[in-house]
């Protein structure tokens, strides 16, 4: 089936075209980074972790978020989901693709990753976060070729791909709850350090993963011919509204337990990431961007008019991301290290080279989309004539 994406249309030809030149911009600026060192970065000892990781953790959930087209369809037998259910799939393993690569540029030094692997700690949560993303991909992608090899054949998929399919839904969860206590198990970082860590991560997952999934079925309607069904985008929709309602709900919660209880040092950090300390704002106009993203797009998603109107829900998907990819970002990454148990303000603005290199692989994650739903679709087409 691999030779379906290397045939299409000249507009998906530009795409790839496109899509290559930036990930090439970015393994360019990788190669500067690998022989000068992180020094290339904005990182420092203060704040060891940056746009890197901050896009990890904010992909690990888009990674996760495929579970919501999963359980539905398998466990429920919820039809509508049938169609979209292979595109959840490979969004997920173009997720964690991209997820292991921000890991990877971070280390500083490919060497660093064979450290994990031959000297392994069984009580690092990194070590287990490595674990649960890299048995995720496996999973996803056995089952997503092997339901769309059985598309092609016109066959049901296989009885013994289906045990791995129903261990991908608990999995989904573990990879974002693992992730998320990496951050809860740090004392000295007072802002991660709270119980609902893993929630707010999952919350978040839940609506940034299906939004971007509407848009991408929005675009292959529109130059794919692909139709994923009014039900099925109502359906996503509706779980995008509850998850997004939930996320902000916990948000609140951290708010009025960190101001409620006057905690001076918990109250610096929510300081810093809503109106910034000594001049130091850059993250607080990111977040005064998401909160209004966030605000909007509850008008449009709480709408029924609104949500189920394909124009409002394709804005409202876009803030939604938007929110969350500022919020769960840097927002989380940053605030975590500012200010430092010391009571110091280190200041932390992503370089251009560090800014090309995360576009690179973002880059690279699109292609990797484009190609697989290339292939989805054109299976899918040659079925539907056979």
């Known amino acids: 089936m691999l030779e379906k994406a290397l045939t299409g249309s000249r507009r998906y030809g530009i795409l790839v075209g496109i899509l290559l030149a930036l990930f090439g911009m970015g393994v360019y600026f990788y190669s500067r980074q690998l022989e000068y060192g992180l020094g290339l970065t904005g990182m420092s000892r203060d704040v060891s972790w940056g746009l ?24 429920h037998d919820y039809k ?14 173009a997720a964690v693709i991209m997820c292991v690569t921000f890991i990877f540029v971070n280390l500083g030094q490919p060497s660093r990753v064979l450290y994990v692997m031959f000297h392994p700690s069984l009580t690092s949560v990194l070590f287990w976060d490595m674990v649960v993303v890299s048995v995720y991909l496996v999973l996803n992608v056995v089952t997503g070729w092997t339901v769309l090899s059985s598309v092609k054949e016109g066959v049901p998929p296989p009885a013994w791909v289906k045990p791995f399919i129903y261990l991908s839904i608990p999995w989904a969860i573990s990879i974002h709850t693992v992730t998320a206590f990496i951050y809860a198990g740090m004392p000295g970082r007072s802002f991660w350090l709270t119980a609902i860590m893993a929630p707010r991560f999952l919350a978040a997952a839940f609506a940034s993963g299906p939004a971007l999934l509407i848009l991408l079925c929005f675009v292959l309607r529109r130059f794919g011919g692909f139709d994923a069904g009014k039900k099925a985008i109502d359906a996503l929709a509706t779980i995008v509204t509850y998850a997004f309602l939930t996320s902000i709900f916990f948000v609140l919660v951290e708010l009025w337990t960190v101001f409620y209880s006057q905690v001076p040092d918990d109250m610096e950090h929510y300081r810093f990431l809503f109106v910034g300390l000594e001049g130091y704002n850059t993250i607080a106009h990111g977040m005064t961007v998401a ?10 998603l709480i709408n029924p008019r609104t949500r189920k109107k394909d124009s409002f829900l394709a804005v409202a998907c876009v803030l939604v991301f938007l929110s969350l990819w500022i919020e769960k970002g840097l927002g989380l990454m940053v605030t975590g290290f500012t200010p430092s148990p010391l009571g110091h303000l280190t200041r932390y603005t992503p370089t251009g080279p560090e800014v090309a290199i995360a576009i690179g692989i973002w880059a690279m994650g699109f292609l990797i989309i484009t190609v697989l739903y290339k292939i989805f679709l054109s299976v899918r087409e040659a079925a539907e004539l056979d």
């Open 52 to 75: 890197y990781i901050s896009q990890f953790t904010f992909l690990v959930g888009i990674a996760a978020s495929a579970v919501m087209v999963v359980l539905p369809y398998y466990l």
């Open 80 to 93: 509508a989901f049938g169609r979209i259910t292979i595109l959840g799939e490979f969004l997920a393993i």
């Open 291 to 300: 909160v209004i993203s966030a605000a909007a797009a509850l008008v449009l």
